[in-house]
């Protein structure tokens, strides 16, 4: 990297000195810099050091990046290049680490949490006080404070007292003898030649508190190897009863390294198994034609209208086990079915007063497209959806319940997860099945879960608990960390993979750019099967998410792909004289929904056996078919003869099938034979009918005819319902449809990333407002009567500037009472609205609120 003529004194600078093509990628890796378009290079350097967003950059980091960044915040400030891989690759000088760091280092810069030139190199100061150790926060690299930092409320004596110990020469000012013990922490030969004579004891402890929490608890009066240590200053006292291993001690024990596992390369994904990828499109295949046929079932079985909403919103536990049981699934894979019907838009709430699920229009609409296309569908809606259904059943924040299709199951991270990880398994050569616990390592490095490192403190005394100071140390519970699990069984469920490995289908759906993506998830000049050399730190790549026309594009392709792998839908079945029928695949539709009424299914799998019954043919019957057109039916569409046995049932049914009538009167029997309302009225099981003959041919009821209609069914009878006018009422299912209804928007994780032409349009106003923004000007001598005019975001970022150069600033200051007043400050602090600074006007220290700030400049340094 090329070094300015100038070195930058501020973020700002730092910024001016960057292209377009650079300022486009720190746009581009932190979107939230962009919302809105900051009116210049200030602005924009303010907005990047805040907390918010700093924390979003953090999180974004892989491992190795966030470790550089980690030991930065432990360095001097500024720090060197040379200092900088001292602590990362120790004295060792790891191979992997030297060649690695380069890149780390050239990740921050692009996202403007490190500036400056390789041998004045800063960490923003947000990202400093998030990741720098400190009593209540401790550092992930396990290490304490410095020894200056350590001593700064010791009296002058004690300080005295530590150095003569150490075998030092006293000297005249607390300042110098703070200087003289740090030289001697950070000079190997004499750190060793001096931990030489300590006692056995005394290296444990040293050894216990090495990788963190470096803080341990001490007696009023300590053993003789604590002792020892103590007046040498290998512990430090931070408060009565506790004890600091300083920073400059732990660094020579660490061999100079700020962690204890350095990752400059990220983990291989490692294949478990390699099929032949027919294999694993035809199993992917045969996973998607399931998934559409359960989608159809869930669908249809809610056709008249499903579940009722709580009162909270979702589906109640008692309805998805229903649900579950219809399904013949497990309760947490039907509540992942529930769950993509809805995002695809199929299934919502039809907002009446009694608010129940039901399809929705689209669903008639999806029905009616190909196979393939309706998979696509399915698996677009799933791919970008931030509703996770592997939360169902677990508990909020507020220790409520979770449920399917109730609020509280987004994850704005669930999309992304789901893109990296296809991304991964499509880097693997084809019909390679990678291992569970590779993905989530890798998923692991590439996103570590900050703050991971150990927070409690040793007893050093007695021994104490052993701290990892090794950053990101983490387990599989770390939410990326379940959200891939689920997602990686969803996807085999889905048909997206098949044992284990991507499918062709599954892999048109990330969009063209996964064709050629190789290792790591970039394209690999190498090849994809080649591993990378030890020495690459290659930072992970996240593409864009497709945009709404790349994903179209992208699930047509899909569905071209799998289409001839589904199997063609069948016009017939194989009846058998068991009453039963066979159909040996997917049938056409008008046969399916026919087959569905006259039968009642039995068993699924590769074949559906239906099976007719009494109660069945009647249903047929009851929806306006005759016993000719039942046996015109199965003649035309069964490539067996159709059975006698069959024959006789439906011809027994149909028989029988309307000699009892039943009207409202409440509710009456009527029928022409009176033996048989005289075995009714005789039937015992009758009684709860409460039946009365009003006429030969004739019985009342004080039933409603739908019961009664029910309960003479039970008694074996073939009632049929008629109306007012005496015919009989053909009983169709009434699909229970929502108004229309749009699928659920996914909750974005941060403002999405903006497109080429935003972010040119961004950069334009950015630098066009920064030219026209007025720089302050160096002056020896204020102008009389003028005061500086700035921007409020130009003197924060001025004043923060000056903390950290000790620059002397001219401000214009108007006090409470509105009397305005030039002032020459020197800035010690900037927090909370308010800048303590030394005003050599007044030769104290004070403190002014920066809203009273009329604006700043810089003076000449003479």
């Not at 290296?203 to 020892?228: F, I, M």
């Not at 289908?505 to 394209?523: I, K, T």
């Not at 593409?543 to 047509?556: H, K, N, Y």
């Not at 739908?706 to 009983?731: C, H, K, N, Y």
Request: hydrophobic residues 40%; negative net charge.
């Amino acid at each position: 990297m090329s070094t300015p003529a100038t070195p930058p004194r501020s973020l700002a600078e730092a910024l001016r000195n960057r292209d377009d093509a650079s300022l486009a990628a720190l746009l581009r890796s932190r979107p939230d810099l962009i919302t809105p378009v900051p009116t210049d290079l200030t602005q924009l350097a303010t907005r990047a050091g805040t907390r918010g967003s700093v924390v979003r950059a953090l999180e974004r980091l892989d491992r190795f990046a966030l470790q550089t960044a980690e030991a930065l915040a432990v360095a001097a400030d500024p720090a060197s290049y040379d200092e900088l891989l001292a602590l990362m690759a120790g004295d060792r000088r790891d191979p992997a680490v030297v060649h690695a760091l380069p890149r780390a280092l050239a990740a921050l810069r692009e996202q403007a949490l490190v500036w400056g030139a390789d041998d004045r190199l800063r960490l923003v100061r947000t990202a400093r006080e998030l990741l720098a150790p400190s009593p209540q926060h401790p550092s992930p690299t396990g290490l304490g404070p410095t020894v200056a930092e350590a001593t700064a409320g010791m009296s002058p004596g004690r300080v005295q007292e530590i150095v003569t110990a150490a075998g030092l020469p006293s000297t005249h000012d607390p300042v110098s003898a703070v200087a003289s013990l740090t030289k001697l922490f950070t000079a190997r030969r004499r750190m060793k030649a001096l931990l030489a004579g300590a006692p056995a004891e005394s290296l444990e402890v040293l050894d216990r508190l090495l990788w963190g929490p470096p803080y341990g608890q001490v007696t009023a009066d300590p053993a003789p190897w604590l002792r020892w240590l103590i007046d040498r200053g290998l512990l430090l006292p931070t408060a009565p009863g506790t004890v600091v291993l300083p920073r400059e001690v732990a660094l020579h024990l660490r061999a100079g390294r700020a962690h204890r596992e350095v990752e400059p390369v990220a983990p291989a994904v490692e294949a478990k198994a390699t099929h032949r990828p027919p294999l694993v499109d035809t199993t992917a295949a045969g996973q998607a034609y399931t998934a559409l046929a359960t989608v159809e079932e869930l669908l249809k079985d809610w056709d008249e209208g499903g579940p009722t909403v709580m009162r909270a919103g979702g589906l109640s536990v008692r309805d998805l086990k229903r649900t579950a049981v219809a399904l013949d699934v497990a309760e947490p894979v039907a509540a992942f079915w529930v769950e993509l019907a809805y995002g695809a838009g199929l299934l919502a709430s039809d907002g009446e007063a009694d608010e129940r699920y039901a399809a929705t229009p689209a669903y008639d609409e999806w029905l009616e497209q190909p196979a393939a296309h309706r998979w696509a569908r399915l698996a677009a809606a799933w791919l970008t959806a931030t509703r996770t259904p592997g939360l169902v059943g677990g508990r909020d924040a507020k220790e409520r319940t979770l449920s399917a299709l109730g609020p509280g199951l987004d994850r704005s991270a669930a999309p992304e997860v789901r893109h990296r990880v296809l991304g991964l398994l499509a880097a693997l050569p084809e019909g390679a099945s990678p291992s569970t616990e590779s993905v989530l390592a890798r998923l692991r490095w590439e996103r570590p879960v900050r703050g991971a490192g150990g927070g409690q403190r040793n007893t050093a005394q007695t021994g104490g608990t052993d701290g990892s100071g090794a950053s990101g140390a983490q387990g599989d519970d770390d939410p990326r960390s379940r959200l891939a699990r689920w997602m990686l069984g969803e996807a085999e469920m889905l048909g997206v993979t098949g044992r284990g490995a991507l499918s062709a289908h599954g892999r048109a759906l990330l969009g063209p750019a996964a064709a050629a993506a190789g290792p790591a998830g970039v394209p690999d000049p190498a090849g994809p099967g080649d591993k990378l050399p030890v020495h690459h730190h290659r930072p992970p790549a996240h593409p864009d998410p497709l945009s709404p026309a790349e994903q179209a594009a992208a699930s047509a392709a899909a569905a071209r792909i799998l289409a001839p792998l589904l199997p063609e839908p069948l016009d017939h079945v194989l009846l058998q004289a068991d009453l039963t029928a066979v159909a040996p695949g997917p049938l056409e539709r008008p046969l399916a929904d026919m087959l569905d009424v006259l039968a009642d299914v039995e068993s699924k799998g590769g074949a559906t056996v239906y099976r007719f019954t009494p109660g069945s043919v009647r249903r047929a019957l009851d929806a306006g078919r005759s016993a000719s057109d039942l046996h015109d039916f199965l003649t035309a569409h069964s490539r067996t003869p159709v059975p006698q046995p069959l024959a006789y049932l439906i011809d027994d049914v149909a028989r029988r099938h309307g000699h009892l009538r039943i009207g409202a009167a409440s509710a009456y029997v009527r029928c022409d034979d009176d033996a048989v309302l005289s075995e009714i009225l005789a039937d015992k099981r009758s009684a709860g009918l409460r039946l009365r003959r009003l006429a030969p041919t004739v019985l009342a009821a004080q039933a409603d005819p739908a019961a009664l209609l029910d309960g003479l069914r039970a008694m074996g009878f073939a009632p049929a319902a008629e109306s007012a006018e005496g015919d009989v009422v053909i009983t169709r299912a009434h699909a229970h449809r929502t108004p229309p209804r749009t699928a659920p928007d996914p909750v974005p994780d941060g403002p999405p990333p903006p497109d080429p032409t935003l972010l040119s349009a961004a950069i334009r106003a950015i630098r066009a407002g920064d030219r026209a923004s007025t720089t302050p000007l160096k002056t020896t001598t204020p102008p009389n009567g003028e005061l500086p005019r700035t921007g409020s975001a130009e003197t924060l970022a001025t004043m923060q500037a000056a903390v950290l150069t000790g620059t002397t600033l001219w401000i214009g200051y108007v006090n409470a009472e509105g009397t305005a007043s030039q002032r020459v400050i020197a800035p010690i602090r900037v927090e909370g609205g308010f800048v303590t600074a030394y005003d050599h006007t007044a030769d104290e220290v004070r403190t002014y609120p920066l809203h009273r700030v009329t604006g700043v400049a810089e003076l000449a340094e003479d």
